[in-house]
């Protein structure tokens, strides 16, 4: 079947903006996880969800940052009034959840802030 | 604190050699060690992933040696190949929990 997949796949945005990020992960996975990647970094955790419920988000770099998953499928990272230090490659990942821990990852977001 | 070390930066391996890419890490609690394999404008794409109870697994061209008293473990790319040419992340994590990602090795393969 398809894999995970992310929208849009770049975004460019005025600092001050608010962006919104798109994740829609393979069917039927339970566990969904967002990744911030700076350039010539690894990615770096931000949050996870299983099913609706965000059970971790102390990878959130702000309270400007803000992620849902309101019907256990599809999920949003906003992040509010951007700054340049948030130009990243925002990836999303996700699993069957349990013991099976396998990701898998979507192609990610390029956010410039301009 | 960065909890999976990695080494080097970068390794440039003539075709049909052995790369070789190390990782150590911190964290105990640590039970899941995979290795991802990223290309330019994709995520990370899962290569071989180990877990501590295993002190080798190969997978083709592809093995992670892991010694857990040393809390070190490697990746070995045997006849590299020019396909091969990527960055790679090893990793640690808990079961259906965050990965923790090193900061990455450029593999380039020279034809």
């Known amino acids: 079947g398809a894999g995970v997949s992310q929208s849009p796949r770049y975004k460019v945005a005025k600092r001050g903006q608010d962006v919104a990020l798109r994740c829609d992960p393979i069917?039927?996975?339970?566990?969904l996880f967002w990744y911030q990647q700076a350039l010539g970094q690894g990615p770096e955790f931000l949050t996870y969800?299983?099913?609706?419920?965000?059970?971790?988000k102390s990878g959130l770099p702000s309270d400007r940052f803000f992620a849902e998953r309101p019907e256990g499928s599809v999920s949003t990272l906003k992040i509010q009034r951007t700054q340049q230090e948030d130009s990243a490659v925002y990836l999303c990942?996700?699993?069957?959840?349990?013991?099976?821990?396998?990701?898998?990852f979507g192609p990610g977001t390029r956010l410039t802030v301009t | 604190q960065q909890q999976v070390k990695q080494s080097p930066q970068s390794l440039i391996v003539q075709k049909g050699g052995i790369s070789i890419i190390n990782c150590a890490y911190e964290?105990?609690?640590?039970?899941?060690f995979p290795w991802y394999q990223q290309f330019p404008g994709k995520g990370p794409a899962l290569l071989i992933a180990?877990?501590?109870?295993?002190s080798e697994k190969k997978e083709g061209r592809f093995t992670i040696s892991f010694n857990k008293s040393a809390k070190q473990f490697s990746l070995h790319i045997m006849d590299s190949q020019p396909g091969d040419s990527a960055t790679y992340f090893c990793?640690?994590?808990?079961?259906?929990?965050?990965?923790?990602f090193g900061k990455g090795t450029r593999l380039h393969i020279l034809p």
């Open positions: 969800f299983q099913n609706e419920a965000q059970l971790d």
């Open positions: 069917s039927g996975h339970v566990s």
């Open positions: 180990i877990r501590p109870d295993v």
């Open positions: 964290n105990t609690a640590f039970d899941y």
């Open positions: 990942a996700s699993s069957l959840g349990g013991e099976g821990n396998e990701q898998y």
């Open positions: 990793a640690g994590a808990n079961r259906d929990d965050k990965i923790i």
